[in-house]
C-alpha cells in the first residue's frame, strides 16, 4: 500500500459493453477523462466465456485489472464446458497481476425468467462450482447480489472463499453484516447518490467505513444526475451513459452522507479495494 498514490478504484465497470462501440472509443475516452480525475484502478469482470479474452486485453490496454467468471443473467445460454473453459483461462493466466478475481458470479432472483424453479437450480449450479474454481485458484470473489443474499450466503457458508465484494449491495443491515463477516467489502455505486433510496443511504452511512468500496457498474446504474426518468426519455432527453468518470462524484455523496471529507473518503475506499481484490497491490 505504500507504494501507492491516493486514487479512486472503480471495482466494477463493464467497458467492455456493447454501449461503449464495437472498438470500445466511448469506453478508452472515458476511462482517459477518469484517469484525469484520479481514478488510478478499474475492475472489468467478465459475464460470459465469449468475453475472457476482451476484457483480459482491454485490462491490459488501460493498466487496469480483470475477473474472469459467468454471470447469472447469461447461464441460460452458458454451457457446462463454459466452466472447464474458465478454469483452463484461470490457469494460463494465473500469474497475471491484472487477474484479481472470480466474477462476476452469482444468482439474480428478480428477472422472472430466472426464477422458474430449473432456472434457480441451473443458477445454484454454476454459482456453486464458479465458488469451487475461486478457491481452487485461490481468488476472491464479485457477486452479483439481486434479491439473493440470503442464498448467497447459505452456499458462501458450505464453500467459503477468499472474501470478495458483494457488488451493488442493496439488502439489509443483517445480510450486509453477514457478509462482512465472510470477509466481503460491499459495493456501493449509483444507486446511493438517489435521495429515494433511504436504505441504502443508511447503509452507506452507518456500515463501518471499511466495509465499503465504490463502483459505477459501467454503463448501467448510473447516478441520479445522469438518470432520465421515462417522461423525460419520452420528451427527448437521452439516458446518461455510466462511466468512470462518474466515481468521484459518487465517492462525495457517500462522504457527505458518512460526514467526512472527500479525501477521507477516497483513501478509505482505496484501501477496502485492495483489502477486497488484494492483487490490486501488485499492478504493474
Request: hydrophobic letters at 45%.
Given at each position: ?85 474458465l ?12 487477474l ?34 475461486a478457491?481452487?485458484h485461490?481468488l ?91 417522461a ?33 473518503m ?19
Amino acid at each position: 500500500m505504500a507504494r501507492y498514490t491516493a486514487m479512486w478504484i472503480d471495482t466494477h465497470c463493464h467497458l467492455d459493453a456493447p454501449e461503449f462501440g464495437a472498438e470500445h472509443a466511448l469506453a478508452l475516452a472515458a476511462r482517459a477523462r477518469a484517469a484525469a480525475l484520479d481514478v488510478g484502478r478499474c475492475v472489468i469482470p467478465a459475464v460470459e466465456r465469449t468475453n475472457f479474452d476482451t476484457v483480459r486485453s482491454l485490462a491490459h490496454r488501460l493498466g487496469d485489472a480483470y475477473a474472469l467468471g459467468i454471470h447469472p443473467l447469461y447461464v441460460p445460454q452458458a454451457q457446462d464446458g463454459d466452466l472447464d473453459a474458465l478454469d483452463a483461462a484461470l490457469t494460463q493466466h494465473g500469474d497475471d497481476p491484472h487477474l484479481v478475481a472470480v466474477g462476476e458470479i452469482g444468482l439474480d432472483f428478480f428477472v422472472p425468467a430466472l426464477c422458474t424453479p430449473a432456472m434457480r437450480e441451473r443458477q445454484v449450479f454454476f454459482y456453486r462450482a464458479q465458488l469451487r474454481l475461486a478457491r481452487k485458484h485461490g481468488l476472491p470473489v464479485i457477486l452479483h447480489v439481486r434479491r439473493s443474499a440470503d442464498v448467497l450466503l447459505k452456499h458462501l457458508r458450505e464453500l467459503p472463499t477468499s472474501g470478495g465484494i458483494a457488488h451493488a449491495f442493496n439488502g439489509s443491515e443483517q445480510q450486509a453484516r453477514a457478509f462482512l463477516d465472510r470477509g466481503f467489502k460491499l459495493g456501493f455505486g449509483g444507486a446511493v447518490t438517489f435521495e429515494a433510496a433511504s436504505q441504502l443511504r443508511r447503509l452507506a452511512s452507518g456500515l463501518p467505513l471499511d466495509a465499503l468500496v465504490l463502483e459505477t457498474d459501467s454503463p448501467d446504474i448510473p447516478p441520479q444526475w445522469l438518470y432520465a426518468t421515462a417522461a423525460e426519455r419520452a420528451a427527448g432527453r437521452a439516458q446518461g451513459i455510466n462511466t468512470p468518470v462518474e466515481l468521484p462524484r459518487i465517492g462525495a455523496v457517500v462522504a457527505g452522507l458518512r460526514g467526512i471529507t472527500v479525501d477521507a473518503m477516497q483513501a478509505a475506499t482505496q484501501a477496502n479495494a485492495i483489502a477486497a481484490l488484494p492483487r490490486l497491490k501488485d499492478l504493474p
